[in-house]
């Protein structure tokens, strides 16, 4: 208890500027004592046109004529003959490595918390900082963490706050450099610059947090997949098995050959799966630390070490995967089971004969994970093909050349032969290729508006129902030298892009994904059809009805 007395004697007796024992204490007219030289040259080297007290802040007309407490000084002096030791033990002062309060004289003490102000320049402990708590001038003053490195906030060649941002030059510079060797730059606060960039950076964080939601919605779908891929392998080993008992002698070598193939297939599929899952698995993992840095760095209070941080965070990766992976219901083994059934009936020489039958459609399983679609113009020409125009299809209005990959409208009919495929009422030809699975072509349009156009073989030849785009059984996108518009059963979708004479036509037919693009410099999509296509398609193409206008396959290949 006595230490405790002796300690509350010793801060009683303390001057609030030095902290030490006071020395030659007197008291100014608020009643707060000091040391007799520290208080003068508070006063002395303040900027303050009236002093004022340190502690309470209380301002006099002018500067107090300061006499020697001898009370308390007699006090003091009675303090150190009880042994109470007169200063902090050397524990307590501010080492090499410490940070100090820059308002205290003598010999500094270490501050429990201490903070910069990054316009006074200038370290402050809890206590002196009170007067940007109090002062309005004060109050706008930024105060930053002590962590920080308050040399990092001033210009080495000015000496002053670099309080700017060169967006010229991407540094963080003092009103000085502005007008020197920046002079003329785009120049912002370095407050407006952090807002920008961490506006720039919640966006970024939105899509990866998207991101992260769209990969967990596939990897849950994956899931589903394994599930029905598992079930439909073995309801199928279950059906075949049965089947195949009825044969004992003459089959059971031929019913283990289909066990083992089904159960191949199936941990080919499934391997394949979880692999594509675990990608995406780890994609979240790398989104969700990528989050995390980015939240950190935005939590950063110093705007010169938010701006200094910022470029080094890596641009996002583009995904390698689509977005939304798409699964449509298949039949996975049940074909395997239909062609079994066929032969169950057969005899031995019939099962051999067939053999090979049973043994491709169990190969031919395949699931359907939606696979992304190319990105540059060098990717889809990955899957270019030629297209021919069908001289059966083609409208008597209508010349084919170059080696039928290009048509031109004509004033005067041309000499085809009668053929129940040709258009008889509108200007337009299909391809003679049937399309199935991922292709790509492009058409350059030479004069007038054409329609760019995918068409199911059983579409009307005759009519105004036979036009691309006015049924069901066709899909096209119509182009002039200045508009595009998108038409489907009869009903149009407006279109907005870049002119272009050429088109290019995107086809995954089994993932049932139709996509035109302008062709120019770059590859700009023009409009995108998600559907299901439920025949092989062709090609098409519409040219108007003016002497001379033509469109051409172009020959990419």
Known sequence: MAQKGDQLDQETFSCSICLEVLKDPVAIPCGHSYCMNCINNFWDEGEEKLPSCPQCRRTFTQKPELVKNTML?????????????????????????????????GRKLKAIIIFICVVCLAYYCQKHLQPHHDVAPLKKHQLVDPSKNLQDNICPRHGEVMNMFCRTDQKSICYLCSVEEHKGHDIVSVVAERTERQREMEVSRQQIQQQIQDREKD??????????????????????????????????????????????????????????????????TDLKRRDAEMKQLSDTEDHNQFLHNYPSLSPLSESTHSSSISIRPLRYFEDVTAAVSEVRGRLQDFLRDTWTNISLTITDVDVLLLQPEPKSRAGFLKYSCEITLDPNTVNTRLLLSEENRKVTFMDQRQSYSDHPDRFTNLYQVLSRESLTGRHYWEVEKEEGAVEVAVSYKNISRSGGESGFGYNDKSWSL???????????????????????????????????????????????????VQTTFTQPLHAG?????????????????
């Open 478 to 528: 119509w182009c002039s030298s200045d508009r595009y518009g998108f038409w489907h059963n009869n009903i149009k979708t407006s279109v907005s892009g870049p002119p272009s004479s050429r088109i290019g036509v995107y086809l995954d037919h089994r993932a049932g994904v139709l996509s035109f693009y302008s062709v120019s410099e770059t590859m700009t999509l023009l409009h995108r």
């Open 219 to 284: 990897v849950k779908l994956l899931q589903q997949e394994v599930e029905a891929v598992n079930q439909s392998a073995d309801k199928t080993v279950e059906d075949s098995e049965e089947m195949f008992t009825e044969l004992i002698s003459l089959l059971q070598k031929r019913s283990s050959e289909v066990k083992q193939q089904i159960r191949s297939q199936q941990e080919t599929e499934v391997r394949r799966v979880r692999e594509l899952e675990e990608k995406l698995q780890q994609e979240i």
């Open 541 to 557: 193409v519409y040219v108007g009805n003016t002497d001379g206008d033509s469109a051409e396959f172009y020959k990419l290949r």
């Open 73 to 105: 000084a007699a006090l003091v002096e009675q303090m150190k003959k009880t042994g109470v030791q007169a200063a902090p033990a050397d524990h307590c002062y501010a080492g090499p490595e410490d940070v100090a309060c820059d308002v205290r004289s």
